[in-house]
């Protein structure tokens, strides 16, 4: 990865209105270079899979198959029956095996439908072609008619693959009489280690620009722009010829965390701002992922549903780090033993990265949707300060992006004094994990900030 100039994305006559970067945020070490030149490999079928029934925000899907049934790959094992819900489909063809329930990173436990592989898969170069290579036909997008565009990527299940695994057909739907004018395509990857979103723009950028020109269509957008970090001079060179032949704006960001979160990446592009408690849709904006809109590519233009994704497995604590391409459901051990396994210095495994991902330690835990990763971290890797009392130095204030005040909300938290961390606007606090990070008293923020929003949702839905 090399860097190119900070001023890049210098606002201007003709350029976009955004200053390239948003108010607050930290600078963690980037550590990207573990994994960023690994091309991505196609991970074979493993002999089962377990699919949880609720990989994304919203109900869950609903299963359409009994144990000992036979399915095909890609075939619907789940419906999502709500708006806001997706639906799930098989990565292997197999045999249905008995329910099981799995316990997610994040400490969900979840019903989920288990398939033993059976019968020849398709894999290698085959799949990488039928998924992400080939041709994808930029001009045929123009007469396809949006609701049937919306259509197909409800059907294949789509979710940002991002991390928030939000239903994409439920993102590209306007709100009402709200007109959305602009279409952000998200290819910052702020999130340290992490190299998923940098090789699917650097070997897929084909995909993504049709992907980007399909959901621009089905929202209805007059302009669609990709934001990328400045550490990722690769994807933006990959992207770049492709994009202006689309009309696609690239927009080139100063590497900052979190601007991969919606509201600072609208913030750093467009200098609109998300009201609190608002969507994007309310300020005219959709935004979502890079490797998304593959998946929207390959749902309108082929009839794919999701059934795989591409995950980095990195950090100093894993033999030989790696960018792979898996079937979701897969176990994350296994997928650890395809990068050599542990190093004897591994302390810590993260589904996801290291500042907003979750701790895991069981080798079954599934591969899902929103999985972008698995880091594993060294104990040098592993900030260990002894936590002590707050000492007011107000460096948790002064980073976070949200202007929260994040000792009082832990505080708050801590007290389950509900009322307190309302008025200090708890929900608005997106768990980016900035103010944990610059602590200097080591204390568990994000823990005890997430802790309050569980004690008031469960308030709520009394
Ligand atoms: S309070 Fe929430 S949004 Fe603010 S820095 Fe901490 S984790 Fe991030
Ligand atoms: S950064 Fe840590 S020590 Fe400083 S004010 Fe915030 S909670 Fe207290």
Known sequence: MRLIPQNACKPGPGMLPG??????????????????????????????????????????????????????????????????????????????QKPAVVTLPNGRHLQAIVIRTEGEQPGGQELWDRLFGGRWPGKAYQSMVPEKINEAIHNAGIVGLGGAAFPTHVKITPVGEKPIDTLVVNGCECEPYLTTDYRVMVEAPEAVVAGALLAGRAVGVRRTLIGIEDNKLEAVDALRRLAAGAGIRIAVLRTKYPQGSEKHLIKAVLDREV?????????????????????????????????????SVTGGGIVEPKNL????????????????????????????????GFAFTDPQTPVTKGTSGITVLTHEEVRRVEQSVCVRCGRCVDVCPMNLVPTRLAMASRAKDLGLARRY???ACFECGSCAYICPAGLLLVQHIRTGKALLAAERSK
């Open 275 to 311: 009201p609190l408690g608002g969507l994007p849709a309310d300020i005219g904006v959709a935004i979502t992922n890079v490797a998304t809109m593959t998946a929207v590519a390959r749902a309108v233009m082929r009839g794919i549903p999701l059934t795989h994704r591409v995950i």
């Open 19 to 96: 200053r390239g970067t948003f108010a607050h945020g930290v600078h963690p070490p980037q550590r990207k270079e573990l994994s960023a030149d690994a091309p991505i490999e196609i991970v074979p079928a493993p002999a089962r899979v377990v699919l949880p029934l609720q990989q994304h925000v919203g109900g869950p899907c609903t299963p359409v198959v009994k144990p000992r049934q036979e399915v095909a790959f890609g075939e619907l094992i789940g419906r999502g029956e709500a708006f806001v819900s997706a639906a799930l489909h098989a990565p292997v063809g197999g045999v249905v």
């Open 425 to 427: 606007n708890i929900m």
């Open 325 to 356: 391409l898996v079937p979701i459901g897969m176990a994350m051990g296994e997928i650890i033993e395809i990068c050599g396994g542990l190093r004897k210095t591994a302390a810590r495994i993260i589904a996801g990265g290291p500042m907003m």
